[in-house]
């Protein structure tokens, strides 16, 4: 099966979330070589995660049998000239960037098996949203073997390439927009005099209930938000509101293709 041997471009953030997933599940590889041009990052890396393959040189990790491109979008097409002579006509390229579309990253390699995804956090806990494009030319036989590859990181499902901006940013960053507020809360929830643990499980459960309640309710937005009368920063909602739409809008403009 190709997915005995992986390669890593790229060993930052996003590839340690697809190894710890891969070790949350107890999957092994016959091997799993990643490149870097940090050599603290890869040092760090193989710390926590003594098995991989700390690659030579850029080539190496590109002429595993599936490769994860694991880099931010200005560097990827630089990158995918350097490997072109690398990969096989038969690998499996998975980008994992938004930008950068499909037809591009073919006109720089051989294969036609390509794939595009868009990664989430959460599959750190396999518990990811992952949303992923085939390229019309992929290899039908191994469609299954790279989404049962993918299924371990958590919720994986096929879209139309023009929607994976959209996913990146109302899935991939979306815990960014509120993680900050839960943990200042969990601080003044423990200056209130509820103890740590108090604090943060009522915050947890509370939003997860609340989450259910305006989408899995069946009753309108506005009718779940008049549900509490009560709104001690709604003072600012139509300054925050204004910041999602000019802060995210703004970002999708630049992320799109």
Do not use: C
Not at 17 to 25: G, P
Not at 203 to 232: C, H, R, W, Y
């Amino acid at each position: 099966m190709k997915t005995n041997s992986l390669g890593f471009i790229g060993g930052g953030r996003i590839t340690k979330i697809f190894l710890q997933a891969f070790a949350n599940k107890n999957v092994e590889f016959q091997s799993v070589v990643v490149f870097d041009t940090n050599a603290e990052v890869l040092n760090k890396l193989k710390q926590q995660f003594p098995k991989i393959v700390i690659a030579e040189n850029l080539q190496q990790a590109a002429s595993q049998p599936l490769v994860f491109i694991a880099l931010h979008p200005p560097m990827i097409m630089e990158t995918l000239a350097k490997i072109a002579d690398s990969v096989t006509n038969k690998a499996i390229i998975i980008s994992l960037a938004p930008k950068i579309t499909i037809e591009k990253i073919a006109s720089k390699l051989q294969t036609l098996n390509i794939v595009r995804m868009i990664p989430n956090a959460t599959s750190y806990i396999n518990e990811g949203y992952n949303p992923v494009t085939f390229s019309q030319g992929f290899d039908q036989s191994e469609i299954s073997v790279v989404m049962d590859l993918f299924i371990l990181l958590g919720n994986t499902f096929l879209v139309a390439e023009p929607k994976l901006e959209a996913y990146a940013l109302m899935s991939a960053m979306l815990p960014t927009y509120f993680w900050f507020q839960w943990n200042e809360l969990a601080k003044i929830g423990i200056q209130m005099g509820l103890s740590d643990e108090e604090s943060k499980a009522s915050i947890n459960q509370t939003l997860v209930a609340a989450i259910n309640l305006m989408f899995n309710s069946g009753i309108s937005p506005e009718q779940v938000m008049d549900l509490i009368p009560v709104k001690p920063i709604g003072e600012h909602q139509a300054q925050i509101t204004e910041i999602y739409q000019s802060k995210l809008m703004g970002l999708f403009e630049k992320i799109k293709p």
